[in-house]
């Protein structure tokens, strides 16, 4: 059998969960089957460096933030040339261009995934994203969601034939690593008594961490030893600190910024939150579960899916202040409720979402889909 070459197409190689994903998938896949590539569209970043694998070409086609009019032009021309076998292309920013290059190039296997809403997505009053979805589907051989409730909505909202989409969930690692716990918060700037109440993501208005600050300002009440980490960067992080300091909490509430030992820090944190406005399928609350930590999250997205409320963690509405409040001290009041927690979400994501599940899913789906359409060229 023939190599078969694939193309990861996306935004970028910023921060964030689609990247990560992507570099532990073209990490993993199997090198007697499968060729990766992945192209970037507007720049590379810090994901980069995620991807361990020799061998994996590293394409940016450097249209910066504006939008390049016959882009889709250029990335047929690349496909062409690469002689790619399947297209996968993610998330919104490349839907348009990445599905009409590759049908241009005559790509045999074209893949669209979603990986979660934006904030332009709760704002897109002229429905414009839904028609291109519309208009674009015919085009596409099969749309992954990365949960069942982003399907779902894909389908209420698209009218999308059920059948041409598939859930494929994240996978999350389980490194086994030692972390010296009194020289991991002293590297942070925390006592060894302090409490620790932690959160990863980028600083996008979507995540809400403003809910995350006001909400440590209640729980301070209470607790007064407690600190609250935010592990992650972007560009309302001046915002956010503001708000921090306005409300008196600057020695409370603290910015790590960026950071490359996240597993590290997860090991030493006693609880862990997240109060998006949405998320597709979160691979912070899989790396938290697989740190053994009990999780607070909003009821968006696949949040319910990871997050069994009472069990492994506790689900909330999201924006609620008071509610993310009473949760934290709820589980700040009780350890053996926060262990039990911890361990059966941990269980939970072994089972349920390691990453050779995820890969053999994509494996499986690249291969059915090339194996079909290649007989249909063939026969016709």
């Known amino acids: 059998m023939n190599i078969i070459r694939i193309m990861h197409l996306l935004h970028s190689l910023e921060t964030g969960g689609l990247e990560k994903g992507t570099a532990t998938l073209v990490n993993s896949m199997n090198p007697k089957i499968f ?20 061998g994996i070409r590293i394409f940016d086609m450097k249209t910066g933030e504006a939008h390049e009019p016959f882009l889709f032009l250029r990335l047929a021309k690349l496909f062409r040339e690469q002689r790619i076998d399947i297209v996968h292309a993610k998330g ?15 790509v045999p296997v074209v893949i669209y995934s979603e990986h979660g809403k934006n904030i332009d997505d709760f704002y897109d009053i002229k429905k414009r994203r839904v028609w291109t979805r519309r208009l674009l589907a015919p085009l596409i051989d099969k749309i992954v969601t990365v949960s069942e409730e982003l399907k779902k909505g894909l389908i209420e909202v698209t009218r999308l034939n059920e059948k041409q989409i598939v859930c494929i969930h994240n996978g999350v690692e389980f490194p086994d690593i030692c ?13 060894q008594n302090d409490i620790l109440v932690g959160t990863v993501g980028r600083l996008d208005p979507v995540k809400n961490f403003d809910v995350f600050i006001r909400a440590a300002e209640e729980v301070l009440k209470e607790f007064s030893t407690v600190k609250f980490l935010l592990i992650g960067d972007g560009y309302i992080r001046g915002e956010l600190e503001l708000l921090a300091t306005e409300l008196g909490l600057s020695r409370h509430v603290i910015f790590l910024g960026e950071r490359n030992d996240v597993a590290e820090l997860l090991k030493i944190i ?12 979160s691979n912070t609350i899989l790396e938290a579960m697989s740190a053994r930590l009990p999780v607070i999250a909003t009821n968006v997205g696949g949040n319910p899916e990871l997050v069994i409320d009472g069990e492994t ?14 949760a934290i001290i709820n589980l700040l009041q009780d350890d053996e409720k926060r262990r039990k927690m911890g361990e059966a979400g941990f269980v939970k994501a072994r089972k349920e979402f390691s990453i050779e599940k995820m890969v053999k899913s994509y494996e499986e789906l690249y291969l059915s889909w090339y194996g079909k359409n290649r007989k249909e060229k063939v026969l016709t």
């Not at 590379?44 to 995620?50: A, D, E, P, Q, V």
């Open 35 to 54: 060729e990766s590539s992945i192209c970037c569209l507007s720049g590379l970043g810090t994901s980069l460096k995620l991807i361990k694998k020799e």
């Open 92 to 106: 919104w920013p490349a839907l348009f261009d990445g599905v009409l290059g590759a049908r241009i190039a005559g």
């Open 179 to 191: 972390v010296e716990n009194e020289k991991k918060r002293g590297e942070i700037g925390v006592e």
């Open 270 to 281: 006693n609880m862990f939150v997240l109060p998006s406005k949405s998320e597709g399928l």
């Open 313 to 326: 963690g506790i689900l909330i509405q999201s924006g609620d202040v008071s509610a993310l409040a009473t």
